[in-house]
């Protein structure tokens, strides 16, 4: 149990066009998703908390108008970054909160290169 | 605000030596988490460390938590190949938000 799933796993797209990625947990119902960022070798940084029916909250230094997130449904979360930049490059992982809120169960990531 | 440390960095250890991975933090949490990721892959969830003198094992490795000290330990021992990988610590904030370690990139040569 406790999957959590990420399409597409891996993006390539050219520097101005706008990407989305979705992360949907699969037999679980998840109010709360994260979106987390790792660029190589680095460690993992907390974009924005993301609650279903509401608007995500982002971390300092995130801009919310270019990292759009959208919790539609209790299974459903996306990420859409806009106007993309090779900067914009990373792998980005969501996780979902399970009931106890004690665990969170990582996506296997998307790969997003931007030429 | 709560920053986590992890040391070493970089680890590159022969098949058979033991090992541990220290990771500080910096304000009081009730729950600090090990993961695994190998290259290109995402987060691999190890341990989850809930009370202060925790102490759980699989396999090779075993983590503890020391919550007077805000300090956790992963020791590895007679470590094996497969066991290459970065490992990483998370504690969580009192938002239920985690932060994240700067990872532990351990190397297995025989």
């Known amino acids: 149990g406790a999957v ?28 709360t998703m994260f979106w987390y960022r790792q660029f190589p070798k680095q460690s993992l940084m907390l974009m924005a908390t993301s609650n279903e ?6 971390e300092q230094g995130v801009e919310k108008d270019k990292f759009l997130i959208n919790h539609a449904s209790l299974t459903l979360s996306t990420l859409t970054v806009t106007s993309a930049h090779p900067e ?28 | 605000e709560l920053k986590v440390e992890q040391n070493p960095l970089f680890l590159s250890m022969q098949e058979g030596k033991n090992y541990t991975i220290y990771c500080n933090y910096s304000t009081t949490s ?9 290259p290109g892959k995402s987060l691999e ?3 989850v460390l809930l009370s202060n003198g925790a102490v759980k094992q699989e396999g090779r490795l075993m983590a503890s938590l020391d919550t007077k000290a805000r300090l ?16 990483f610590c998370a504690v969580a904030d009192n938002t ?8 532990t990139r351990l190397q297995v040569f025989p």
Not at chain 2, 72 to 87: E, G, K, N, Q, R
Request: aromatic content about 14%.
């Open chain 1, 88 to 115: 914009d490059s990373s792998f980005y992982i969501c996780s979902a909160e399970g009931t106890s809120a004690r665990e969170q169960y990582f996506g296997p990531g998307t790969r997003l290169t931007v030429t």
């Open chain 2, 45 to 47: 969830s190890l341990f």
């Open chain 2, 30 to 38: 009730d729950r600090l988490y090990w993961y695994r990721q190998d």
């Open chain 2, 72 to 87: 956790s330990t992963l020791h590895i021992t007679a470590a094996v190949h497969d066991l290459s990988a970065t490992y």
């Open chain 1, 53 to 58: 029916g509401s608007k995500a909250t982002y």
């Open chain 1, 4 to 31: 959590v799933s990420q399409h597409p796993s891996w993006v390539i797209c050219k520097s101005g066009t706008s990407v989305k990625i979705e992360c949907r947990s699969l037999d679980f119902q998840a109010t």
């Open chain 2, 96 to 103: 239920d938000k985690l932060i994240f370690g700067t990872g």
